[in-house]
């Protein structure tokens, strides 16, 4: 993508302020109507700008949200990552692409989205958002699994849970463990919240 | 021990002075110097009160330490209460307690926590010299197994994760789940973390 793009737009010389329009656009919408309500349109609207502008600069709606909630992944290609191996392995590949995404920004940024999460509720509705139905509903439905929701919610846990164990609380070993130790504990109780039997039946 | 104070308690009739004097140092004194390093005697001092206000108070070292973090519990007797019955329960035993003790305080609580331990250095030192040394590590002592430290990272993740996705985040069906539930879908998984295996042999 050009760094400096082209004449088009008078006062946007480089897009900063459609792409920040935009952004603080799809954290309202996001947040006020969910991630499957929320439509391109609606967002571009309330920014003011062409909806054009976000295939332009996000490549569209779930890279606008990406982006919005500052998670530095794409869902997409980490779905695909994590579907393609055998499927009993799915809760450790998940916890490997886990810390080696968030490693790699040093884990302050998941930290900021913690301390987001903790004193603003529209992140908090961003992160449900983000949790549910960018990532983990397109999962167990391929899955095919009994008690999706429920499932969903107690991957969101473990995920969560280990983030702030590493990064913000920093509780070792877990804060310095390397992915292969992360995969190995975590892995196994990620995958039975995926596929396994949770003691209960008649949960929705 | 104060060298300053003058009449011990005359400016003080119901002791809140004192009893807020205490919690203020303690918040210190135990972000500081850890909880096992932490002394009575030291927090006292750094009040200003006698050492035996702290007694008088709060019960002694651990219910001061408690009542600094904000965690409605009485450890002493969690633990008790968790180590009564079947070693293979341990898990659903922690997480019926979990729940049922924040549930009391309506979550309210535990999300005031997530947020001070996400903006504030002295809470995150608190928060894990309570999950490591208050609470976590005399259990896996009881316990006697292998990587102990490791064993109580991991049920801090998924217990402080739990919070979040119930109390902060308020995934569903988690967020109004019953004890049960909880109980039955992360008791289990709580338990491989304290007694099962965890997949690797060599780490500390």
Sequence with gaps: MSTTEPKRRGRRPNGTDTKDALLTAAREVFAEQGYEAATVR?????????????????GGKEGLFTAAVQIPINPAEILKQVLAGPREQIGERIMRRFV?????????????LMRSVASNEQAVT???????????NRLVKVLDVDNPELRVALCGSQLVGL????????????????ADTVAATIGPNLQRYLTGDLGTTNFT
Tied chains: 1, 2.
């Design 42 to 58: 609606a967002i571009a609207g309330s920014a003011g700008v062409d909806p054009a502008m976000v295939k332009h600069w996000f």
């Design 100 to 112: 080696s995404t968030w490693d790699t920004v040093g884990g302050g940024q998941f930290a900021a």
């Design 126 to 136: 961003m992160l449900r958002e983000f949790v549910q139905n960018v990532l983990f």
């Design 163 to 178: 983030g702030m164990a590493r990064y913000v609380v920093r509780i070792e070993p877990l804060a310095s463990a390397d």
